[in-house]
């Protein structure tokens, strides 16, 4: 099962927990779509901030979009002017193309910059930086590599990179892969990070896969077993 599916979608639950969180029966259809083309929309005007993770939170009013990126200051420009252009954008494209039954006067969009630690652990900084470097011609397996080292120094436990298509411009498309440490993909509590996405070449769209392994996560213990535990060492 954990080689069929999302890595991601087979731990929501368990140690992840869903990106989109609000819940409502009759407007379902029109919040999907609003936050399926405004994470499209913020992945591609903040390509260069190295965008990790998006994250949308809904109240009856309020609309609170939280983006993890790597190199926070290009988004929020000076004294906050990034921020707000940024809002006009997703009020313009999004917003105002969707119908829901709030007045558009009710959204109120705040959005919460916070920076990642360790960008070369998270699977969609480092997809967007293999894809970037593709679509410039670079060799794919010069690209691979440095990605995997790059992943490596930054401590992670194991790391997988797929290439797929006409890989530098062969004629007869295939399939490259190169990994590197361990990579459980069937244990639930292995943090594990994954994403995928498209290169366009001159010879046509090239395919990456790209998953990182953390290493495993244990929940708490509880508060009583804690406490029995510590009076025994005592």
């Known amino acids: 099962m954990g080689q069929k599916v999302n890595p991601k979608a087979y731990r929501i639950a368990v140690i992840k927990t869903w990106d989109s969180k609000w819940f409502s029966n009759k407007e379902f259809k029109n919040f999907l779509r609003e936050d ?17 993770k998006i994250e949308i939170e809904r109240s009856p009013e309020d609309i609170k979009v939280i983006v993890e990126a790597a190199k926070p200051g290009l988004i929020i420009g000076r004294g906050g002017a990034g921020i ?9 494209k999004v ?22 630690k360790e960008p070369y652990l998270q699977a969609q900084i480092l997809l967007e930086e293999i894809i970037g470097d593709i ?5 794919y397996r010069r690209v691979m590599k ?27 498309a295939r399939t490259e892969t190169l990994t ?18 498209v290169a366009r070449t001159i010879y046509g769209a090239v395919g990456v896969k790209v998953w990182i392994y ?15 535990e510590g009076k025994e060492e005592k």
């Not at 913020?42 to 260069?48: A, D, R, V």
């Not at 917003?95 to 969009?109: A, C």
């Open 36 to 52: 399926v083309m405004l994470r499209k929309l913020i992945y591609e005007k903040l390509k260069k901030s190295g965008v990790a």
């Open 84 to 92: 707000e252009q940024l809002k006009k954008e997703i009020q313009k």
């Open 95 to 116: 917003f105002n193309k969707i119908y829901t039954k709030r007045p558009k006067s009710k959204y109120k969009l705040d959005i919460v910059i916070q920076e990642v």
């Open 135 to 139: 679509e410039k011609r670079i060799r």
């Open 146 to 172: 440095q990605s995997i080292e790059k992943v490596k120094k930054a401590g992670a436990k194991g790391v997988k990179v797929i290439a797929s298509g006409r890989l530098d411009g062969v004629s007869i």
């Open 180 to 197: 590197w440490g361990s990579l459980p993909l069937h244990t639930l509590r292995a943090d594990i990070d994954y994403s995928r996405g």
């Open 214 to 228: 953390k290493g495993e996560v244990f929940k708490e213990k509880r508060g009583a077993e804690a406490k029995a």
